[in-house]
T-cell receptor, first 112, second 114 residues
Framework: NAGVTQTPKFQVLKTGQSMTLQCAQD?????MSWYRQDPGMGLRLIHY???????DQGEVPNGYNVSRSTTEDFPLRLLSAAPSQTSVYFC???????????FGPGTRLTVT | QQQVKQSPQSLIVQKGGISIINCAYE??????FPWYQQFPGKGPALLIA?????SEKKEGRFTISFNKSAKQFSLHIMDSQPGDSATYFC?????????????FGTGTQLKVEL
């Protein structure tokens, strides 16, 4: 099992550009989520999904879109990147009704 | 609103010493309290977790102490080693209401010196 995988590992964008951060898991987990990690602020939930076709907002959803067409994949889209979105992004997954979440290795995004 | 408060922000401990990190929470609906360990350039990895029906859980050198009435929990690392140098996050969540969205503390950077 590869677990939770994320691509790319690093990305630099210019303000206003768009991009998609990819996340995939091979554990057949129903629940997937995206967090951003900023210094001194811990990890904050952006969006999450409880299954294919079902998504919802987390704590800091503005500027991000998600969709969940398959159980395995949960991409995060930045429609118009802003310097405030410079962060490290983590994808996580877990089984439905389970507590333990598994995190991917992260994507470090810089917006100039 | 910071629902899980973590301290200290950074900690330096001598090899063989005890590292202690504290967290306090506000939401009494939380019923799962994990600690995550994160090395530079890596994602957080679950280290140890506790449910509120017990006051202590030990796994090897790592122990969680839980005080339900005070709404506080802490991580103790016994015989701290240089390999324990990492950032530690406490978190809390609940499965009620179809949730289990982890709420994280702000993290503690631990450095264990020789």
């Amino acid at each position: 099992n590869a677990g939770v995988t994320q691509t790319p590992k690093f990305q630099v964008l210019k303000t206003g550009q768009s991009m998609t951060l990819q996340c995939a898991q091979d554990m057949n987990h129903e629940y997937m989520s995206w967090y951003r990690q900023d210094p001194g602020m811990g990890l904050r939930l952006i969006h999450y999904s409880v299954g294919a076709g079902i998504t919802d907002q987390g704590e800091v959803p503005n500027g991000y879109n998600v969709s969940r067409s398959t159980t395995e994949d949960f991409p995060l889209r930045l429609l118009s990147a802003a310097p405030s979105q410079t962060s490290v992004y983590f994808c996580a997954s877990r089984r439905d009704r389970a507590y333990e979440q598994y995190f991917g290795p992260g994507t470090r995004l810089t917006v100039t | 609103q910071q629902q899980v408060k973590q301290s200290p922000q950074s900690l330096i401990v001598q090899k063989g010493g005890i590292s202690i990190i504290n967290c306090a929470y506000e939401n009494t609906a939380f019923d799962y309290f994990p600690w995550y360990q994160q090395f530079p350039g890596k994602g957080p990895a679950l280290l140890i977790a506790i449910r509120p029906d017990v006051s202590e859980k030990k796994e090897g050198r790592f122990t969680i102490s839980f005080n339900k009435s005070a709404k506080q929990f802490s991580l103790h690392i016994m015989d701290s080693q240089p390999g324990d140098s990492a950032t530690y996050f406490c978190a809390a969540s609940t499965l009620t209401g179809g949730g289990n969205k982890l709420t994280f503390g702000t993290g503690t950077q631990l450095k264990v010196e020789l």
